[in-house]
């Protein structure tokens, strides 16, 4: 049983090394994880144009179902 998990820890080790990480190891500070956090930027805002877009269309089609649904 150990050796068997000797073996897995073994094996993950080497997988890793093989990963291409988003962070850049010959950089000191937080330039090295300029990739990063370039990537976490692109995301924020994707997420708040995307937002904004939902919002928009919900309260449109809103106000178009309420026009055509009122009662007087």
């Avoid at 330039?31 to 805002?45: A, G, N, Q």
């Avoid at 994707?46 to 269309?57: D, E, H, K, P, R």
């Amino acid at each position: 049983m150990i050796t068997k998990v000797k073996n897995f820890v073994g094996q993950v080790k080497i997988e890793l090394q093989k990963c291409s990480w988003p962070w850049d190891p010959k950089e000191k500070g937080f330039r090295r994880y300029k990739e990063l956090s370039d990537s976490t930027v692109v995301v924020v805002i994707s997420m708040i144009l995307l937002g904004g877009c939902v919002a928009f269309f919900d309260f449109a089609l809103v106000n178009f179902v309420h026009f055509f649904t009122r009662i007087h």
